[in-house]
């Protein structure tokens, strides 16, 4: 008897054999690109949350500091300061700021106006926000 075609097996191999050539040969997708933009705004968002909950909240104070490779978010009352969120950026990723700390009052003010630059290491791109004096506008610089 003559028989044609494939066994399911040949048929599992095959495609488990194209299927590791083709992961091979494509390229991986770079997503550091848009990690960029990604993180600049969400450190945009995270500055009008604080700007936001410093104008509206009796007894709580507000506020986010910023290192290198990371920044947080933390809240105060009489009992204590205690942190709400951490943000870490990845490895070729870093923040340059002029003040550590940053706080509004309660008309929307910042203790202190700066600008604030998110740097892409290895594409030397940058982000920049700016949060401007009295007002308290924030401004993202694309």
């Known amino acids: 008897m003559d028989k044609k075609g494939f066994t399911l097996i040949e048929l599992i191999v095959?495609?488990?054999?194209?299927?590791?050539?083709l992961a091979m040969i494509v390229p991986r997708i770079n997503t550091d690109r848009y990690y960029l933009?990604?993180?600049?705004?969400e450190i945009y968002?995270?500055?009008?949350?604080?700007?936001?909950k410093s104008m509206?909240?009796?007894?709580?104070?507000y506020s986010m500091s910023l290192y290198n490779n990371y920044y947080i978010l933390k809240m105060?009352?009489?009992t204590g300061i205690k942190q709400y969120k951490k943000v870490e950026l990845k490895e070729d990723f870093e923040?340059?700021?002029?003040?550590?700390?940053?706080?509004?009052?309660?008309r929307g003010s910042p203790s202190q106006a700066q600008t604030i630059?998110?740097?892409?290491?290895?594409?030397?791109?940058?982000?920049?926000?700016?949060?401007?004096?009295?007002?308290?506008?924030?401004?993202?610089?694309?």
């Open 14 to 21: 095959t495609i488990g054999l194209l299927a590791i050539l």
């Open 37 to 41: 933009e990604k993180i600049s705004k």
């Open 45 to 52: 968002y995270d500055i009008k949350d604080v700007k936001v």
């Open 56 to 61: 509206t909240s009796d007894g709580v104070s």
């Open 76 to 78: 105060g009352t009489n």
């Open 95 to 106: 923040l340059l700021y002029e003040d550590q700390s940053l706080t509004f009052n309660y």
């Open 117 to 142: 630059t998110i740097r892409d290491i290895k594409r030397n791109l940058i982000k920049q926000i700016t949060i401007v004096p009295v007002t308290g506008r924030i401004l993202l610089i694309e």
